[in-house]
Nanobody, 125 residues
Framework: QVLLVESGGGLVQAGGSLRLACAAS????????MGWFRQAPGKEREFVAA????????DYADSVKGRFTISRDNAKSMVYLQMNMLKPEDTAVYYC??????????????????WGQGTQVTVSS
């Protein structure tokens, strides 16, 4: 299991930017695929982005491609989500998650073993 702590959420106007950060501990970070998911009120948790342990491969939900960028710093055990051109529909609680199968990317929440507590992102119109 990995301990995950998110930070960086907040309130922003449409078109603005936010950068989420997730600090990880408890496992060799470079051998962990990291993902970001989000959950809006009344909706299921959905995949946003993920990055494999080496950082050489990423995947994004269609709804955020071209606007969001996931990155990681294995030396600091950190993963980031840079969110640009934010829209009101991006409003949700954003969760950082870890998958020990570090060589592959899954978009399924059930494949991730460890989760952070979540950070609220609110985009006003």
């Amino acid at each position: 299991q990995v301990l995950l702590v998110e930070s960086g959420g907040g309130l922003v106007q449409a078109g603005g930017s936010l950068r989420l950060a997730c600090a990880a501990s408890g496992r060799t970070f470079s051998r962990t695929t990291m993902g970001w998911f989000r959950q809006a009120p009344g909706k299921e948790r959905e995949f946003v982005a993920a990055i494999i342990g080496s950082g050489l491969s990423t995947d994004y939900a269609d709804s955020v491609k071209g606007r969001f960028t996931i990155s990681r710093d294995n030396a600091k055990s950190m993963v980031y989500l840079q969110m640009n051109m934010l829209k009101p529909e991006d409003t949700a609680v954003y969760y950082c998650a870890a998958d020990e199968r570090y060589w592959r990317i899954s978009t399924t929440p059930g494949d991730f073993e460890s989760w952070g507590q979540g950070t609220q992102v609110t985009v006003s119109s």
